[in-house]
């Protein structure tokens, strides 16, 4: 998607990145207000405020009330909590998609195993790379299975941005839960080569299976991650009542 296509507050986004990711705001670097930016930019403070937000939830900003918005210490942090993707509507790490191939089979066919499917039920196979905000690299190499009859006409989709559980949520599946599982791996040829890498360097590997409301699995999903370009947290409140 080229930068005119975006939506204002994922352009002005992009153009903070590149301020922070070629080096012109240094770590611990104030950036304007959202009232400055609105100015520069012509738009309205919701629109520097979502700009704003999506920069945070990248690690690249941080946030404080009444203090401002400075450039992260150690930029490429993200929570690892929106990977669940329930919590949020749009991607889970921002970056367009790189398809590698999208394809319908039977589940005995697929590359990750749908719990409880059978067989011989169709199910839609999809394999990306999730590329890097500045789409300079390689972040993610993706590869979800989706059962057919949740996902008909996910192959119609502009797959180098949609988002699965948006997918999901806007054919009117109702999302119940997420179980995101983070193991130790370590790159095999086709990954190392991807990521220029060593073989058998460590690295991140999610699985995440999503069920429906009704209990059903509509979604089974594998990402690998290299373990130096990116940190991951998990933050809650502390002011709720004591269990």
């Known amino acids: 998607m080229s930068g005119r296509d975006l939506p204002l507050h994922a352009r002005i986004r ?6 922070i ?8 670097t104030r950036i304007p207000t959202e009232s400055e930016l609105g100015e520069q930019y012509g738009v309205s403070r919701i629109t520097v405020q979502r700009a704003l937000r999506d920069l945070a939830d990248t690690g690249m900003v941080v946030r404080y009330r009444r ?8 930029a ?15 991607a889970e790490m921002h970056g367009d998609h ?3 191939s999208a394809q319908v089979l039977l589940a005995e066919q697929a590359a990750l195993v749908l719990p409880d499917l059978a067989g011989d039920e169709a199910v839609v196979q999809v394999e990306r790379h999730k590329l890097s905000a500045d789409g300079g690299r390689v972040a993610i190499a993706e590869l979800a299975v989706l059962p057919f009859r949740f996902a008909p ?9 949609t988002t699965t559980h948006v997918y999901l949520r806007n054919r009117g599946v109702k999302l119940g839960r997420s179980r995101l599982y983070v193991e130790p791996h370590a790159l095999d040829d086709e990954h190392a080569e991807l990521f220029g890498l060593p073989v058998g360097t460590p690295v991140f590997r999610w699985l995440r299976i999503t069920w429906s409301a009704d209990g059903d699995v509509v979604e089974h999903l594998r990402a690998i991650l290299p373990a130096e370009t990116s940190r991951f947290y998990v933050e809650s409140t502390l002011n709720g009542p004591p269990f």
């Not at 990711?21 to 611990?28: L, N, Y």
């Open 153 to 161: 006409d996910l192959l119609d989709q502009p797959l180098v941005t």
């Open 67 to 74: 203090h401002g918005t400075f450039v992260a210490q150690t």
């Open 21 to 28: 990711q070629e080096g012109r705001w240094a770590p611990g």
């Open 98 to 100: 790189r398809v590698i």
């Open 14 to 19: 992009r153009e903070l990145e590149a301020h």
């Open 76 to 90: 490429g942090e993200h929570n690892l909590l929106r990977a669940t993707g329930l919590l949020v509507s749009g």
